[in-house]
């Protein structure tokens, strides 16, 4: 199983809206076929496996079949995996987690079952869940896992009070950094960031994975999304004037100028967007983008931004780097600005926090949880280096 799950994070960034998968054959202790799901639409992982044996000259006829989420079983863009594993008469199947959506969680299981196939379940199913996070999440609420990212100071300031920001991390960390672009699906970004950094919020260091890919065809650029209430996106951003421009989107107000409007318009699709206040409306927008399959949302600031995400109870990981040094100043800008949160009871609690180091920075990865009053806060512990 811990070989199925290394080959199913080769389909890092390539397979949404579908789960990364992994699956492998073995027979006689010997491994007979293994493969991984590597784009949404093309076969699934065990079918890849079924067919790597059939290349090899092995029968999978009384084999066990391990494989990192449930087999399918419902007609999709694919048959269904059941059919397949039941007609090539293995003998068992070891599985690390169910399908995450209710309608199908345990019905594969019972098919093969029926079929007089062995089942066992909850090999590595912590690893297999942490590796579809983002996948389970849109699959049950059908909206965006949401991560922040931020490159701070170890004071926690993202920019100078005249919005000097690179770099703040070194390459290691920023190497990193566009990792994580490439296993989102859109990454969002505030106007105030677009007029300081003109950012190009793209994947620009190579895919270290691509060299054991079957095809070494980089991934799509993920989608570039912006919230700008008030049309205020110069036409020549990056974001709005580069060869990706087809894969931005500019969230406005439905009050927005509408020359403004009809300019950007001109260039990216513009969506007009209620308003809760004087903000845009977050959990709109969430809905809306969780319709057009984006399941993992990298949310890349500003500090205001970020801090409507978490006052609002939207986000649901943070991945923060920061770097040895200590800006200082009132004016500098912070990575969460906003109100604040008026109480310790109300503060965003995290957990599952694992400590990481890249060069000379360090980076903090943990999932958010609803505060729970009259509970300490979670203290975070090392977990070791990158």
């Avoid at 650029?221 to 931005?248: C, E, H």
Wanted: with cysteine; glycine share 8%.
């Amino acid at each position: 199983m811990g070989w199925a799950l290394r080959l199913a994070r080769r389909g890092w960034g390539r397979t949404s809206p579908n789960p990364m998968v992994g699956a492998v054959l073995v027979k006689y202790g010997r491994l007979i076929g293994q493969g991984w799901h590597q784009r949404a639409g093309g076969p699934h992982a065990e079918i890849v496996a079924l067919d790597d044996a059939s290349r090899r000259g092995e029968s999978p006829n009384g084999a066990t079949l391990y494989v990192t989420l449930e087999p399918c079983s419902t007609h999709g863009r694919t048959p269904p995996c059941t059919d397949a594993l039941i007609a090539a008469r293995l003998q068992r199947v070891v599985v690390a987690t169910t399908d995450p959506n209710p309608c199908h969680a345990g019905r594969g299981l019972e098919l093969l079952r029926r079929a007089g196939l062995e089942v066992h379940l909850g090999r590595h199913a912590d690893a297999a869940t942490r590796l579809n996070e983002a996948f389970n999440h849109w699959i049950v609420h059908r909206t965006p896992f949401v991560t922040l990212k931020a490159a701070m100071t170890l004071d926690g300031r993202i920019a100078t009070a005249r919005g000097e920001s690179k770099w703040i991390t070194g390459p290691a960390a920023r190497i990193h950094a566009h990792h994580l672009r490439r296993s989102a699906d859109a990454i969002l970004v505030g106007v105030n960031t677009v007029l300081a950094d003109d950012p190009a919020l793209t994947v620009r260091t190579p895919d270290p994975s691509a060299t054991r890919r079957a095809s070494t065809t980089p991934p799509p650029s993920p989608r570039r999304i912006i919230l700008d209430s008030r049309a205020r996106t110069p036409l020549s951003a990056q974001a709005i004037s580069d060869p990706f421009a087809n894969r931005t989107t500019v969230f406005v107000a439905c009050h927005a100028p509408a020359r403004r409007v009809a300019a950007l318009a001109r260039r990216v699709k513009v969506v007009p967007t209620p308003t809760r206040g004087d903000r845009l409306d977050l959990a709109w927008i969430l809905h809306r983008l969780g319709q057009e399959n984006v399941t993992h949302l990298l949310v890349e600031g500003g500090g205001e931004v970020h801090a409507s995400f978490l006052e609002q109870g939207l986000a649901h990981r943070i991945a923060f780097f920061y770097a040895p040094k200590v800006l200082g100043g009132r004016a500098a800008r912070p990575a969460v600005s906003g109100k604040g949160f008026g109480t310790r009871d109300t503060l965003p609690r995290l957990v599952q926090l694992e400590w990481r180091t890249f060069g000379e920075d360090l980076f903090l990865t943990a999932r958010l949880a609803l505060p729970n009053p009259g509970s300490p806060l979670v203290r975070p512990s090392r977990v070791g280096p990158a």
